[in-house]
């Protein structure tokens, strides 16, 4: 058997505006926290022997973390497309739009369609990557839209678009 794993599928570049300005403060957060960690990893490193040193292997591995963040967001910025303007037809489904739906039992969501690199900051936020936002993707208001997901198929109504 080989190692060999396939490289995840490329994501969206889209993004909200809000999204861009909190990756945009996390990269400027992570470089002074890298500071802090390159002080705190030179002075573990004079203490003196470095393989028992559990401050220092501790700094280290923290460091790593840090620069492969960092690594993601300089590599990711630069792609990012920031939308900021309503599509001409609020009545159809785009990215950044906020998507009530009734499902068959009557019950309500709400979903908010972001990009990949933001849709863990609400509970709500679906990423444009999702089946969901696939699917639902240039629907219009009252569509119903079918949703395979690996527990079957789910059936919604689309009944608020808001942007």
Request: a positive charge; glycine letters at 4%.
């Given at each position: 058997?080989?190692?060999?794993?396939?490289?995840?599928?490329?994501?969206?570049p889209?993004?909200t505006?809000?999204?861009?300005?909190i990756?945009?403060?996390?990269?400027?957060?992570?470089?002074?926290?890298?500071?802090?960690?390159?002080?705190?990893?030179?002075?573990?490193?004079?203490?003196?022997?470095?393989?028992?040193?559990?401050?220092?292997i501790?700094?280290?591995?923290?460091?790593?973390?840090?620069?492969r963040?960092?690594?993601y967001l300089?590599k990711?910025?630069?792609?990012?497309?920031?939308v900021?303007?309503?599509?001409?037809?609020?009545?159809?489904?785009?990215?950044?739009?906020?998507?009530k739906?009734?499902?068959?039992k009557?019950?309500?969501r709400?979903?908010?369609?972001?990009?990949?690199?933001?849709?863990?900051?609400?509970?709500?936020?679906?990423?444009?990557?999702?089946?969901?936002?696939k699917?639902?993707?240039?629907?219009?208001?009252?569509?119903?839209?079918?949703?395979?997901?690996?527990?079957?198929?789910?059936?919604?109504?689309?009944?608020?678009?808001?942007?």
């Amino acid at each position: 058997m080989s190692r060999y794993r396939q490289p995840a599928p490329k994501k969206s570049p889209y993004i909200t505006p809000q999204g861009m300005q909190i990756l945009e403060a996390e990269q400027k957060a992570i470089w002074l926290r890298r500071r802090q960690v390159v002080a705190a990893l030179s002075a573990a490193a004079a203490e003196g022997d470095r393989s028992e040193n559990a401050e220092y292997i501790y700094r280290k591995k923290e460091l790593g973390e840090i620069d492969r963040r960092i690594r993601y967001l300089q590599k990711r910025l630069p792609d990012l497309k920031v939308v900021d303007q309503k599509p001409m037809n609020a009545d159809r489904v785009y990215f950044g739009a906020t998507v009530k739906l009734e499902d068959v039992k009557d019950s309500i969501r709400v979903y908010r369609i972001v990009g990949p690199d933001e849709f863990d900051r609400e509970d709500h936020y679906i990423s444009i990557d999702s089946p969901l936002a696939k699917a639902l993707l240039k629907q219009e208001l009252g569509e119903e839209v079918s949703v395979q997901v690996p527990g079957g198929v789910h059936q919604y109504i689309i009944i608020d678009i808001q942007y």
